[in-house]
């Protein structure tokens, strides 16, 4: 890491199940972005909290995001189902839309925002 360069970390690998989730808050500038983190198989991922269809938080419980069967991420409000790994609706209100990803990497067992990441932005 080069010195002056800041990671934002959004939790520890570890807090993550495989499968499973976390909510987290991202800040930019003046401004906080609730974000969230899945861990499927190998892959981690994360996404901006709000839900194409309304905007409303896809959360149901405190960090859980994810379907029953675990393989969606699943909007508490109108039961929309998106694939894990590209956040895309595969059926609900809003099929074919998608939500906003949050570029991730695992560094020494932290997920962090990848570096170069551009202010995320849910217009
Ligand atoms: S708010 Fe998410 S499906 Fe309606």
Sequence with gaps: MNAGT???VLCRLDELQNPGSRGAT???GDRLLEVFVVRQGQGVYAY???CPHTGSPLDWTEHEFLSLDR????CAMHAALFRVADGKCVAGPCAGASLTPVPVEVEAGMVIVAPETPPVSIA
């Design 6 to 8: 800041r990671r934002t």
């Design 26 to 28: 991202l800040r930019q």
């Design 48 to 50: 901006v909290n709000s």
């Design 71 to 74: 393989r969606y991420i699943q």
